[in-house]
Every structure is written in structure tokens, then in C-alpha cells.
Nanobody, 123 residues
Framework: EVQLVESGGGLVQPGGSLGLSCAASGFTFSTEVMHWVRQAPGKGLEWVASIVDREQSTNYGRSVQGRFRISRDNTRDMLYLQMNSLKLEDTAVYYC????????????????RGQGTQVTVSS
């Protein structure tokens, strides 16, 4: 059974930093592309960042490029997201996810997601 468990969310002021972690189990983590996605109140899922299996090449959404950094530890089956220079609009529930794709109409869906961790950016 695929399990993804996020941790590390919280309340942070604008301009601050926060680190998220995701513990993965139930599948061969090192061979999977992993994603961080987020959902703000009243909005759909938004793709944040991805990291490709062993090559560890990364991609970022335009809104977080240059501020967030995704990484992974394949020896511990862990996924990470370091978030810097946080903005009010980064407030959302953040999910660790796999098997994500855009459906018709550009709706993002992921076959597997964790329970999510709340990140609130507020002064």
C-alpha cells in the first residue's frame, strides 16, 4: 500500500522560510518521479515542483521558481521541499504526491497523495 506522510507545515511570516518533509513507503521510491502539489482555499490542485528518480533533475512551477527547492533522499525514501522568501499567496495545504497528470481542461490530478500539511503565510 502506497503511503505518503507529510510533515513540517506551520505558520510563517512573509519573507520567511519553512521546510517540508514526506516519508514514503509501499513502493520503490527511488524509481518514481515525485511531486509537491498544493491546494489553496477554494482553488484546485496546483503543481509546485517535481524531482525525477535517480537523476534527481528538478522542475518548478513558475510561481515558486527561484524560491523553493525540491530534493530527495533515496536511501531513506524521503522527499523534501525547502521554501524560502514565502509570500502570502503560498498559503495552502501542501501534498507529497506521485502519478500526477493534467486532465482535459488542464485540471491536475494525482493518483496518490498524502494527507497534506498546512502552510500559512501571514503577518
Amino acid at each position: 500500500e502506497v503511503q505518503l506522510v507529510e510533515s513540517g507545515g506551520g505558520l510563517v511570516q512573509p519573507g520567511g522560510s519553512l521546510g517540508l518533509s514526506c516519508a514514503a513507503s509501499g513502493f520503490t521510491f527511488s524509481t518514481e518521479v515525485m511531486h509537491w502539489v498544493r491546494q489553496a482555499p477554494g482553488k484546485g490542485l496546483e503543481w509546485v515542483a517535481s524531482i525525477v528518480d535517480r537523476e534527481q533533475s528538478t522542475n518548478y512551477g513558475r510561481s515558486v521558481q527561484g524560491r523553493f527547492r525540491i530534493s530527495r533522499d533515496n536511501t531513506r525514501d524521503m522527499l523534501y521541499l525547502q521554501m524560502n522568501s514565502l509570500k502570502l499567496e503560498d498559503t495552502a495545504v501542501y501534498y507529497c504526491a506521485k502519478d500526477c497528470q493534467y486532465n482535459s481542461g488542464s485540471t491536475l490530478s494525482c493518483a496518490y497523495r498524502g494527507q497534506g500539511t498546512q502552510v500559512t503565510v501571514s503577518s
